[in-house]
């Protein structure tokens, strides 16, 4: 589930959005994954959390073999293996002090995703 949505009731599909000290009840959709795209796992960080160079896939083709096979996924840490997960549905909003909350949290997040994607493509 994201980090900012608490108590989920998927049987009634509402939540608790808190930001900071603030919390509100709001509804919740599911949607896929943003983690595994979907597919319930992911490489093990442990494996590729570094970056992997293509030098290292010529130097061990069977390496290179098991990584695209899927040897080294393991169980995505954000749905645990749901490939989906809960996100409040943001055109609903109950206040103005929330949506002007929950707004500032969805910019700065996508400003972070943004950069880890950047960091993902550079190797790191």
Known sequence: MIDYLVDVDLTTMTGVVELGDDRWAVKVKYEVCPHCSGHGQTTNPAIDGNGI????????????????????????????????????????????????????????????????????????
């Open 53 to 124: 160079s293509q030098e290292q896939f010529d130097d061990d083709p069977e390496f290179e073999r098991d990584y695209h096979s899927g040897a080294y996924d393991i169980e995505c840490t954000t749905c645990r293996a749901q490939r989906v997960v809960a996100v409040p549905i943001t055109s609903l909003p109950r206040d103005k002090e929330m949506e002007d909350a929950m707004y500032s949290w969805m910019r700065e997040e996508h400003v972070y995703q943004q950069e880890c994607e950047a960091e993902r493509r550079a190797g790191a």
